[in-house]
Nanobody, 125 residues
Framework: QVQLVESGGGSVEAGGSLRLSCTAS????????MGWFRQAPGKEREGLAT???????NYADSVKGRFTISKDSAKNSLYLQMNTLKPEDTAMYYC???????????????????WGQGTQVTVSS
């Protein structure tokens, strides 16, 4: 059974940092494009960062320079290092896999076909 499980969310003050993790089971997730997304209440799901099978990242403008996506294929794990957090970063964060793409990873959530359950990030001012 294919499964993605996120962890590492929590509450932090503005300017702080968190590191999210996503562990895949049931398949070699890192043979495909992987991404991090977030969704705040009343807002659409937003793509934040993607990484291709060669480890090449891509970032949304909203997080470029503050967030870093990485992966450890040996551990079948994906990470999102989030620095200089802002209150507007408050959301549920999800990892996802696009099992139809390996390169030129897309940032749109509808392109991704496997999702974790999410982990909540709350940033206070």
């Amino acid at each position: 059974q294919v499964q993605l499980v996120e962890s590492g969310g929590g509450s932090v003050e503005a300017g702080g940092s968190l590191r999210l993790s996503c562990t895949a089971s049931g398949y070699t997730a890192f043979s495909y494009c992987m991404g991090w997304f977030r969704q705040a209440p009343g807002k659409e799901r937003e793509g934040l960062a993607t990484i291709d099978i060669n480890g090449i990242p891509n970032y949304a403008d909203s997080v470029k320079g503050r967030f870093t996506i990485s992966k450890d294929s040996a551990k079948n794990s994906l990470y999102l290092q989030m620095n200089t957090l802002k209150p507007e970063d408050t959301a549920m964060y999800y990892c996802a896999a696009d099992r139809e793409s390996r390169y030129r990873c897309k940032m749109k959530s509808y392109e991704y076909n496997n999702w974790g359950q999410g982990t909540q990030v709350t940033v206070s001012s």
